[in-house]
């Protein structure tokens, strides 16, 4: 299998900078991605797509129907932005005060666009369809699943589903494709500590939920460093701690939350039960009482071992052997493991960052930047990881 599609992406390539960077001065955030789903609709019915809009709200489909029967692949690409002011000193920079392409997915739309583009000139040779899946609100966790409800997996169902993450973990000219597991699950979980507050002079008198709160926090790290194999992964942060208003009042209660990440359902329902034990049990025996929520958002991003071993082959040709890592994990969540979770795909890693260039801060953060040479080797790869599938092959 050779990539007959990297050329050609590196002749797209300022076309691609030019649109990733329209995109980037104007960041949209969740399920507010009019202008981007207006872009991109417009792109896709220019290339003779059959296009339908607001799926999943502010999210766009485009299919690619090809002239003689085969699989349906689906090609993801997300849109939104995050709520960040950015401290980049660009001429490209945000034109939305506070909102901010921190994350890539301007590159991603990007990316996708691209690849629907290269595709659109071969329908003739396509045997089978390419739906195009340009996805709002991954941020917040709740797109991927706004567009399975308006029907995304269906007529035509998938066969098999891709995507990518421009990645700046990663420096630019390096690929990642993992076998099984390679983002974890996203929980949201909460405990509301009740005690007896009272003088803050007089403790005494109190059962005090602070001192239980913080008893909570030390505790539930021994979930990660006693509960769980070393050679398995877990996650339990606490995010925010909520209570009491004045220096001398003990308050009568606390609220913490946080996270837990996993990669498996095993240590997911281990990690819930002794969440809750630990809650209750130290809250119990510090004279409070303990509620405990948890709610489960996202479940973990598993690549079919025989797609990613497809996708490594096709970078391999990209990048060189030497530029393809099989072990690229990463704790943060994505909610295409929604899209994923019954259509066997492959979601990869496409490095972004580039040292010398001050291009490698991390994702999330307002100095979030990419080397844009990325860009035609992500659509390189996912064309090519594409056409193995509906052109000439199986």
């Known amino acids: 299998m050779t990539t ?32 981007t789903s207006g872009i991109v609709a417009a792109a896709l019915n220019e290339l003779g797509l059959e296009v339908r809009s607001g799926v999943g709200q502010t999210g766009v489909v485009g299919l690619l129907e090809g002239e003689a029967d085969g699989p349906t692949v689906l090609v993801r690409a997300d849109m939104d932005a995050l709520p960040i002011l950015e401290a980049n000193q660009t001429d490209y920079v945000s034109q939305t005060p506070g909102v901010m392409h921190a994350c890539g997915h301007d590159g991603h739309v990007t990316i996708g666009l691209a690849v629907a583009r290269l595709l659109s000139e071969r329908r003739s040779a396509i045997k089978g369809r390419v739906k195009f899946v340009f996805q709002p609100a ?47 699950s996203a929980d949201d979980w909460s405990c509301r500590v009740t005690g007896y507050g009272g003088h803050g002079a007089l403790p005494e008198k109190t059962h005090d939920p602070i001192v239980a709160a913080a008893q909570i926090v030390g505790a539930l790290q021994t979930i990660v460093s006693r509960n769980v194999s070393p050679l398995d992964t877990v996650v339990v942060s606490v995010t925010a701690i909520n209570g009491g208003e004045a220096f001398n009042v003990i308050p009568p209660g606390v ?9 498996t359902e095993q240590t997911n329902e281990l990690a819930h039960q002794r969440l ?8 119990t025996a510090m004279g409070c009482q303990a509620e405990v929520k948890i709610q489960s958002l996202i479940p973990p991003v598993h690549n079919d071992p025989a797609v990613a071993d497809r996708v490594a082959e096709v970078a391999a040709h990209v990048v060189g052997a030497e530029g393809v890592r099989r072990d690229v994990r990463s704790t943060v969540s994505e909610d295409v493991g929604l899209l994923m979770s019954d259509v066997p795909g492959c979601f990869f890693f496409v490095g972004s960052a580039n040292a010398g260039r001050g291009l490698d801060f991390p994702h999330h953060n307002p100095r979030f930047d990419i080397d844009e040479d990325a860009l035609p080797i992500g659509v390189a790869i996912l064309a090519d990881a594409v056409a193995s599938y509906v052109l000439g092959g199986e």
Do not use: K
């Open 138 to 184: 991954e941020e917040i966790g709740e797109g991927a699943q706004a567009m399975i409800a308006d029907g995304v997996l269906g007529d035509p169902r998938p066969a098999v589903s891709l995507g990518l993450h421009l990645w700046n973990e990663m420096p630019v000219g390096t690929v990642g494709v993992t076998s099984g597991p390679s983002m974890a």
């Open 4 to 35: 007959s599609f990297f050329d050609e992406a590196v002749a797209m390539r300022a076309e691609m900078v030019a649109r990733r960077r329209d995109l980037h001065r104007h960041p949209e955030l969740a399920f507010q991605e009019n202008r």
């Open 255 to 263: 609220d913490l939350r946080g996270t837990i990440r996993t990669y």
């Open 276 to 283: 809750e034990e630990i809650c209750t049990g130290v809250a």
